[in-house]
Every structure is written in C-alpha cells, then in structure tokens.
C-alpha cells in the first residue's frame, strides 16, 4: 500500500503560480510512476501530467505544457506540480496518483491521494 496526501491548492489570480505537493508513505515511492490527475466541477477526471520512476521522462497533456512542471524527490518520498501562468480553465480539484507504469488513463493508477482544491479567479 502506498497513501499519498497532496498539499499546497488554494485560490489564486490569473497568471498566478501555484506548486502542489504529494507526500507519499508506505511502499517505496521510487518503485512507482508518479501521476497527476484534476477534475473539475461536472467533469470526468483528466491526465495532467506524469513522472517516470527516476525522474528521467516527463508527460503533459497538452493544455499545461509549458506552464505546469511534474517532478520528484524520491529522496524525500514527495512530488511536485508546478503551476505557472494560471487561467480559470485550471480550476480542479488536483490529485495525485502512484502506479507500475506511466498512464493517462486514471484506472491505471493504483494509489490515489484525497485531492486538493485549486481555484483561479478571472
């Protein structure tokens, strides 16, 4: 088992930055793909972004590329979402995911976390 607890949502303006974190326990969080995932309002959840074991290849669905940064501490057992240049149409609830292999698809994912809100204001 591995339980992730994201941290670091909150309100912000426009053209904003946010970083999201995901503390994981239990399992080794090296053995797995580290994803994130968002679903707002009346929506099905959706691929954000995901990481490879070591950190060496990085994933985005195209509507946060070059805006949002995945990466990862395994070190620290955490990982990361950075978020730059915020618009309303980024308003989710953010989770993060733990899987055996990279995926967009959220039922690959094995271990979810409870979410975190993230709300950008127009």
């Known amino acids: 088992q591995v339980q992730l607890v994201e941290s670091g949502g909150g309100l912000v303006q426009a053209g904003g930055s946010l970083r999201l974190s995901c503390a994981a326990s239990?399992?080794?969080?090296?053995?797995?793909?580290m994803g994130w995932f968002r679903q707002a309002s009346g929506k099905e959840r959706e691929f954000v972004a995901a990481?490879?074991?070591?950190?060496?290849?990085?994933y985005y669905t195209d509507s946060v590329k070059g805006r949002f940064t995945i990466s990862r501490d395994n070190a620290r057992n955490t990982g990361y979402l950075q978020m730059s240049n915020l618009k309303p149409e980024d308003t989710a609830v953010y989770y993060c995911a733990a899987g055996h292999s990279y995926a967009y698809i959220p039922s690959h994912y094995d271990y979810w976390g409870q979410g975190t809100q993230v709300t950008v204001s127009s």
């Open positions: 239990g399992r080794t969080f090296s053995n797995y793909v």
């Open positions: 990481i490879t074991r070591s950190g060496g290849s990085t």
